[in-house]
């Protein structure tokens, strides 16, 4: 079976550029999570999907972030303008269900963003 | 949510046994105790969790106090691949990560 599949894995970028990254979560996962790991610390949540719903985006910061999950499958988060302090890793997860009753979560290996 | 406290960093023999202990002494009746671990370049992995009970399986044991403020993750005979950085995460539902323990297995 196919983990949760990232792209890309690196991504270099100047300052004010924008950004995206892309995540597949493993088939018949309907939950999704967008996770920001800076170096040396664990990973945050940045925001929460149940199927296409956006069910807890409170640690997202709207004024450059946004994601979207469109068709309950795929999604996308998206940094404009990027910032030097949103250098990180930025990973994604999914799992079987509902935050309601504890679903493992399955980790992706991440997307390195660099900003110059 | 339960603060978890962990040593930052330990050493393990390979081939011996691993115990990383986690403090939780505000863990609420219905927080489950999850550990995840974080290989290098590589997303956090699932181990293991439980409520009240011992629970073991295929990658670890996991030992919980009868008062439940604490709890330690046993890996019973560690590898080289066992290197990594330990979460031990108390919540309902969401997993909160704090800094983990950085475990190192020495040849």
């Known amino acids: 079976e196919a983990g949760v599949v990232q792209s890309p894995r690196y991504k270099i970028i100047e300052k004010k550029q924008p950004v995206a990254f892309w995540c597949n979560p493993i088939s018949g996962h309907n939950t999704l999570y967008w996770y920001l790991q800076n170096l040396g610390q664990g990973p945050e949540l940045l925001i929460r ?11 997202l910061p709207k004024d450059r972030f946004s994601a979207e999950r469109l068709k309950g499958v795929d999604s996308t988060l998206k940094i404009q303008p990027a910032e030097l302090g949103d250098s990180a890793v930025y990973l994604c997860a999914s799992s079987l269900g509902t935050d309601k009753v504890y679903n493992e979560q399955f980790f992706g290996p991440g997307t390195r963003l660099t900003v110059l | 949510d339960a603060k978890t406290t962990q040593p930052p960093s330990m050493d393990c023999a390979e081939g011996r046994a691993a115990n990383l202990p986690c403090n939780h ?62 979460y031990c995460i108390v919540r309902v539902g969401q997993l909160v990560f704090g800094q983990g323990t950085r475990l190192t297995i020495n040849p």
């Open chain 1, 49 to 59: 999907y149940e199927n296409e719903e956006a069910v807890d985006d409170s640690q």
């Open chain 2, 25 to 86: 002494s505000t863990i609420s009746g219905n927080e489950y105790v999850y550990w995840y671990r974080q290989i290098h370049s590589q997303g956090p992995q699932y181990i293991i969790h439980g409520l009240k009970n011992n629970e073991t399986n295929e990658m670890a044991s996991l030992i919980i106090t009868e008062d439940r403020k604490s709890s330690t993750l046993i890996l019973p005979h560690a590898t080289l691949r066992d290197t990594a950085v330990y």
